[in-house]
C-alpha cells in the first residue's frame, strides 16, 4: 500500500484529468487535496475500481458518493477528470468518467481545504496504469 505525491501540497481550485487503465481484481484512486502521509491519507478519493471486491466502483468520491455500477472493464484504458472548486454553499466535486459526468456532489462541509494530488497504490496484485495526467488551476 502506497501513494505517489506531487511535489506542491497546496492546490485548491483544479481540474485534474489522466487515461488511467486497471487490472482485474485492482485497486486505485486519484487523489487530490490530500495530506502527505502513509496508509489512507486525509483527503478527496476519485476511485479507480472496476472488478476489485470492494464495492466502490470507478468514478466514485469514495466516502462521499457512490458509484456501485461497473462502468468500464478491466484492461481497459479510460479517462477519468475530476473537477474541484469552492463556491459558497462548499466544496463542488465533479467526476468524469469517457467526457460523461458519474459524480455532482457539494461537500457543505468543506472537509479538505487544499494539499496534494496522489495516486494510489491499493494492495499488492494491483496493477494500475497512468498517463496522459495534466493538473490544471483554476480561478
Not at 123 to 137: I, L, M, P, T
Request: proline letters at 6%; hydrophobic letters at 30%.
Amino acid at each position: 500500500r502506497s501513494h505517489l505525491f506531487s511535489p506542491r501540497g497546496d492546490y485548491t481550485a483544479s481540474e485534474f484529468p489522466a487515461r488511467v487503465k486497471i487490472n482485474d481484481g485492482g485497486n486505485s484512486g486519484m487523489y487530490f487535496r490530500t495530506a502527505f502521509g502513509p496508509a489512507w491519507p486525509s483527503g478527496y478519493e476519485a476511485q479507480v475500481n472496476s472488478t476489485h471486491t470492494d464495492p466502490v466502483k470507478t468514478g466514485s468520491l469514495y466516502g462521499l458518493d457512490k458509484v456501485l455500477t461497473r462502468l468500464v472493464p478491466p484492461d481497459t484504458w479510460f479517462t477519468q477528470q475530476v473537477t474541484c472548486r469552492d463556491e459558497p454553499a462548499g466544496t463542488r466535486i465533479t467526476i468524469r468518467v469517457n467526457g460523461v459526468v458519474v459524480v455532482d456532489h457539494l461537500d457543505r462541509e468543506r472537509r479538505h481545504a487544499a494539499g496534494h494530488f496522489a495516486f494510489q497504490q491499493h494492495h499488492d496484485g494491483s496493477v494500475v496504469r497512468y498517463r496522459d495526467v495534466e493538473v490544471r488551476e483554476l480561478r
